[in-house]
């Protein structure tokens, strides 16, 4: 269960759902409350995810120079070149700890600027890993459902 990654948890959370709140290729979303009382959710990374990603791109680099004049799209993108940048962008993705310091920055663009309209959930810096994120848990609106939104005086 990725939930049993996270060390030493039950003195960090009252309650810690098992159940994913949403999950995706890379990681899990747990619903929680700190000992402390705040609502929280916890992204939690895949076991053995990181190891999976670098075996694939390992494959990816042996196999783009191969692919360089003997595929007609390759003569409009650079297949090494292409391999390389998305393996920058997979690694930082797999960094949670960049993730935290990115919504950090991104808040502090708001507060500069005096954009009250988005919200960036807080990251609770002391919980936060390569592998685990723990951030604010926000409530929104369902995409499809207008009744809310208009109640809040949203354009939709």
């Known amino acids: ?5 996270l060390k030493k948890k039950e003195t960090i959370f009252a309650k810690f759902d098992p159940q994913p709140l949403a999950a995706a290729s890379i990681a899990q979303v747990h619903e929680a409350v700190l000992i402390t009382g ?3 959710v916890v992204k ?4 053995k995810v990181a190891s999976r ?3 694939d791109i390992k494959a990816l680099t042996w196999m783009a120079p191969k692919m360089v004049g003997r595929i007609p799209i390759t003569a409009l993108a650079n297949p090494p070149a292409l391999v390389e940048v998305f393996c920058e962008t997979i690694c930082e993705e797999l960094d949670f700890g960049l993730e935290a310091q990115s919504m950090l ?3 502090k663009i708001f507060v500069k600027t ?3 309209s988005i919200v960036v959930p807080r990251p609770y810096l002391s919980m936060v890993t390569q592998r685990v994120l723990a951030l604010d848990k926000m409530s929104g609106f369902q995409l499809d459902d207008m009744a809310p939104r208009l109640n809040a005086h949203i354009d939709p």
């Open 38 to 40: 705040e609502k929280v």
């Open 1 to 5: 269960m990725v939930a049993e990654s």
């Open 105 to 107: 920055e991104v808040a």
């Open 114 to 116: 005096n954009q009250q």
């Open 44 to 47: 939690v990374q895949r076991p």
């Open 53 to 55: 990603v670098k075996k």
